[in-house]
């Protein structure tokens, strides 16, 4: 009878465990507290302040010493408040690409309204459209390209008092031997666009570390190996001492100072294409139209005297189709894998080096015609592939009829499509 009793009792509620727990706790500290408070009236022991550290007050803090760093905000070009303007001395004017276009060629028109490929502000030149001129030329519109001749003057002082005195054979050798590619993985690139403005700055950063520099050349400016050379040593003071193909190799000069070099401000996007004449036209001078397109259709269908391959080597295109007119009038060369606007960029290199009549671009196809009164050139001497320059002479002195000079190679541009009205 007992046990049944007491087996249906019914237990506690929880939580009646749980403040006798609580209350058994909240006991046990306030003995904690007292027995605390008496050793420490007892022993005088005061713990230090980094094992209790006080909790904040209602009060104000003191005044933290360590300042806060602001928060980063990126730069933009549309704040002008922060802007200086960049001041530099450089004695050429400012193009997108020095080998690829020529102060000689005058646009027809502008694409878009004129803006600083700078940025705005950021340079003490203003932009014609074309470059920013080292000189003051508020009166010269976009068309005129003359240079003033007070600038090649100090071009040349600067690029003299740079390079001292010449190098010597062995120590040529030496450099040229660092800089293979064995040796070192630093080079440059030198692409479809050719010597572009930031490349400058690029060739610098690596005078920075080494003496000369490697350079490695691409595709379309290969045509005209004379010119590429002529605007590196023109534009960088510096001076080449090694060709072997398309590799370069450029030496900074004896007196150059790292600490000193010239200020080459950045542009911060690529400027748009002016408006050129059109390359190809209706007919072609001195021929109806029957007989323009007579001549195209001859063109594509003789044999291609070459195929260009994609970013390759092109420095023997020029003598191969002066060789190939001596018995043939109409030349064809396979561009199929390029792009539409480097094959046109060959095409005008070629109608101003060799000289020729460019005849269409169809099919990937760049045909040529020498023309009617066609005269070989007798006094023309191509320099081989050298790789050694005992004298340590500059590549201005090589023969040639490849000029720095030549027309721009813009001229692929125009105000439509730029292709030619062989359906007239």
Same mark, same amino acid.
């Given at each position: 009878?007992?046990?049944?009793?007491?087996?249906?009792?019914?237990?506690?509620?929880?939580?009646?465990?749980?403040?006798?727990?609580?209350?058994?706790?909240?006991?046990?500290?306030?003995?904690?507290?007292?027995?605390?408070?008496?050793?420490?009236?007892?022993?005088?022991?005061?713990?230090?302040?980094?094992?209790?550290?006080?909790?904040?007050?209602?009060?104000?803090?003191?005044?933290?010493?360590?300042?806060?760093?602001?928060?980063?905000?990126?730069?933009?070009?549309?704040?002008?408040?922060?802007?200086?303007?960049?001041?530099?001395?450089?004695?050429?004017?400012?193009?997108?690409?020095?080998?690829?276009?020529?102060?000689?060629?005058?646009?027809?028109?502008?694409?878009?309204?004129?803006?600083?490929?700078?940025?705005?502000?950021?340079?003490?030149?203003?932009?014609?459209?074309?470059?920013?001129?080292?000189?003051?030329?508020?009166?010269?519109?976009?068309?005129?390209?003359?240079?003033?001749?007070?600038? %090649?003057?100090?071009?040349?002082?600067?690029?003299?008092?740079?390079?001292?005195?010449?190098?010597?054979?062995?120590?040529?050798?030496?450099?040229?031997?660092?800089?293979?590619?064995?040796?070192?993985?630093?080079?440059?690139?030198?692409?479809?666009?050719?010597?572009?403005?930031?490349?400058?700055?690029?060739?610098?950063?690596?005078?920075?570390?080494?003496?000369?520099?490697?350079?490695?050349?691409?595709?379309?400016?290969?045509?005209?190996?004379?010119?590429?050379?002529?605007?590196?040593?023109?534009?960088?003071?510096?001076?080449?001492?090694?060709?072997?193909?398309?590799?370069?190799?450029?030496?900074?000069?004896?007196?150059?100072?790292?600490?000193?070099?010239?200020?080459?401000?950045?542009?911060?996007?690529?400027?748009?294409?002016?408006?050129?004449?059109?390359?190809?036209?209706?007919?072609? %001078?001195?021929?109806?139209?029957?007989?323009?397109? %007579?001549?195209?259709?001859?063109?594509?269908?003789?044999?291609?005297?070459?195929?260009?391959?994609?970013?390759?080597?092109?420095?023997?295109?020029?003598?191969?189709?002066?060789?190939?007119?001596?018995?043939?009038?109409?030349?064809?060369?396979?561009?199929?894998?390029?792009?539409?606007?480097?094959?046109?960029?060959?095409?005008?290199?070629?109608?101003?080096?060799?000289?020729?009549?460019?005849?269409?671009?169809?099919?990937?196809?760049?045909?040529?015609?020498?023309?009617?009164?066609?005269?070989?050139?007798?006094?023309?001497?191509?320099?081989? %592939?050298?790789?050694?320059?005992?004298?340590?002479?500059?590549?201005?002195?090589?023969?040639?009829?490849?000029?720095?000079?030549?027309?721009?190679?813009?001229?692929?541009?125009?105000?439509?499509?730029?292709?030619?009205?062989?359906?007239?």
């Amino acid at each position: 009878m007992i046990l049944t009793k007491l087996s249906r009792q019914k237990p506690p509620p929880l939580f009646l465990s749980s403040t006798r727990r609580l209350l058994s706790s909240a006991a046990a500290a306030a003995a904690a507290a007292s027995s605390s408070s008496r050793l420490r009236s007892l022993y005088s022991f005061e713990p230090p302040p980094s094992l209790h550290p006080q909790s904040p007050g209602p009060g104000p803090r003191p005044p933290s010493k360590k300042k806060t760093k602001p928060p980063y905000r990126p730069p933009s070009s549309l704040d002008r408040t922060k802007i200086k303007a960049v001041k530099s001395d450089l004695p050429f004017d400012f193009r997108f690409s020095y080998t690829e276009s020529s102060p000689n060629v005058r646009p027809i028109g502008l694409r878009e309204p004129k803006y600083s490929p700078f940025g705005p502000g950021r340079v003490n030149r203003e932009w014609t459209g074309v470059c920013a001129p080292a000189a003051d030329r508020r009166a010269r519109s976009v068309e005129e390209g003359a240079e003033d001749p007070k600038l %090649e003057e100090k071009r040349q002082a600067m690029r003299e008092s740079i390079q001292g005195e010449p190098l010597t054979g062995a120590e040529r050798k030496i450099l040229v031997e660092r800089c293979q590619r064995h040796r070192t993985k630093r080079h440059i690139n030198l692409g479809r666009d050719g010597l572009t403005h930031n490349m400058l700055n690029d060739i610098h950063n690596h005078w920075r570390r080494a003496e000369a520099v490697r350079i490695k050349c691409m595709g379309v400016p290969t045509v005209d190996m004379k010119n590429v050379s002529f605007q590196l040593e023109d534009k960088t003071f510096g001076k080449i001492i090694h060709r072997h193909g398309g590799q370069l190799v450029l030496y900074r000069g004896r007196n150059y100072s790292s600490k000193k070099r010239p200020a080459v401000p950045l542009m911060l996007w690529k400027p748009h294409e002016p408006i050129y004449p059109r390359l190809i036209k209706t007919t072609i %001078e001195g021929l109806s139209i029957e007989e323009t397109k %007579e001549m195209r259709k001859k063109g594509l269908a003789v044999p291609a005297l070459t195929k260009l391959a994609k970013n390759g080597y092109y420095g023997s295109l020029v003598p191969m189709v002066r060789d190939a007119f001596l018995t043939n009038e109409l030349i064809r060369i396979d561009c199929r894998g390029l792009e539409k606007s480097d094959y046109k960029k060959i095409g005008c290199k070629l109608r101003d080096l060799v000289p020729c009549i460019l005849v269409t671009f169809e099919k990937e196809q760049i045909v040529v015609w020498r023309g009617q009164d066609y005269k070989p050139l007798e006094d023309v001497q191509f320099p081989m %592939e050298w790789d050694e320059n005992p004298n340590g002479k500059s590549l201005d002195g090589i023969e040639g009829v490849c000029s720095s000079d030549s027309s721009s190679n813009e001229q692929w541009l125009s105000s439509s499509d730029d292709d030619e009205t062989s359906n007239s």
